[in-house]
């Protein structure tokens, strides 16, 4: 067994799976930064992409050729219009919470002209009218003109809850789910959120719609540059008093007259004193 004493500079040394794992580590938290900063970036744009949309004049609905290249990216928030008749006896109710309190959103179809249909979320209801003869004065009848948000569907349910069209239980405004159940033909793959305009005495209270987009980036990439930079600190200490410190060897005569002071073990007479 070997029973020398390490040499400071070898005790002080670090192990090099450990400096692999630092610099590792390092980059990884550099990119994570790098990574958020981007995201900010992405976000600012969204932003600004969805205010312009929502305080454009509301314009008429995409045609039908285009449905199938609707997305959220492209479309979702535009200001439009819509012309038909509501048919109220088909409407559905998705379980919503807003500044109102908790209640539903009122979906109801709106047949057009050209025998396409679109669902309309006309606004929210509290749960004392969520029966619909509760509110039949403010179910217009006849042509209509709705404008609001273009929003996407919503499919797979809401959050940790799926919706059961089988017992009529809603917790997204699911288009296609909706369609079916209630035997909507020519449906849009999207549905619009009614603004505060479209709504009358007694109707639902429409214009809720919530556009909020957390934007905490800068904060997080702050941090990931902070423990990048903490950790780099630490090696560069770490290294600069070990693996990068220079040594000065001092050679004494083993009967010098300071032998019996310095004398450390087997190889009394050579020290090591850093620099």
């Known amino acids: 067994m070997d029973n020398e004493p390490r040499s400071p500079a070898r005790a002080a040394r670090p192990r090099l799976w450990l400096t692999v794992v630092s610099l590792v580590a390092f980059v990884a938290l550099m990119a994570l930064g790098v990574w ?13 992409r969805v205010e312009r949309r929502v305080h454009a004049p509301a314009q008429p609905i995409p045609s039908r050729a285009s449905w199938p290249a609707i997305t959220a990216a492209s479309d979702e928030y535009r200001h439009v219009s819509v012309h038909g008749r509501f048919l109220h006896d088909r409407e559905t109710l998705v379980q919503a919470v807003t500044e109102e309190g908790p209640g539903y959103w009122v979906l ?17 209801v509290p749960s004392e009218r969520r029966d619909p003869s509760t509110r039949r004065d403010g179910n217009p009848t006849g042509e209509v003109a709705v404008s609001g948000l273009l929003r996407v569907t919503e499919p797979k349910g809401g959050f940790l809850r799926d919706n059961l069209p089988q017992h009529n239980r809603w917790y997204s405004r699911d288009v296609a789910a909706i369609a079916a ?15 505060a305009g479209s709504r009358s005495a ?30 780099a600190g630490r090696l560069f200490v770490t290294f600069r ?35």
Do not use: C
């Not at 958020?36 to 600004?48: C, F, G, M, N, Y």
């Not at 179809?109 to 396409?116: A, F, I, K, N």
């Not at 001092?250 to 050579?270: L, N």
């Open 36 to 48: 958020q900063v981007e995201r900010r970036t992405w976000k600012l744009a969204l932003i600004d």
């Open 108 to 124: 109801t179809p709106l047949e057009r002209g050209d025998g396409t249909t679109v669902l309309i979320n006309r606004g929210f």
């Open 181 to 195: 159940a209630r035997d909507l033909r020519n449906v849009a793959p999207f549905f619009i959120d009614a603004d």
């Open 202 to 231: 007694g109707a639902p209270i429409g214009g809720l719609t919530v556009i909020r987009f957390p934007n905490n980036h800068l904060i997080y990439a702050l941090t990931w540059f902070a423990l990048a930079f903490m950790l």
């Open 241 to 275: 008093g070990g693996l990068f410190r220079r040594q000065r060897f001092v050679h004494e005569p083993a009967g010098g007259p300071d032998a019996s002071a310095r004398r450390t073990g087997s190889d009394a007479g050579t020290i090591v004193e850093p620099t």
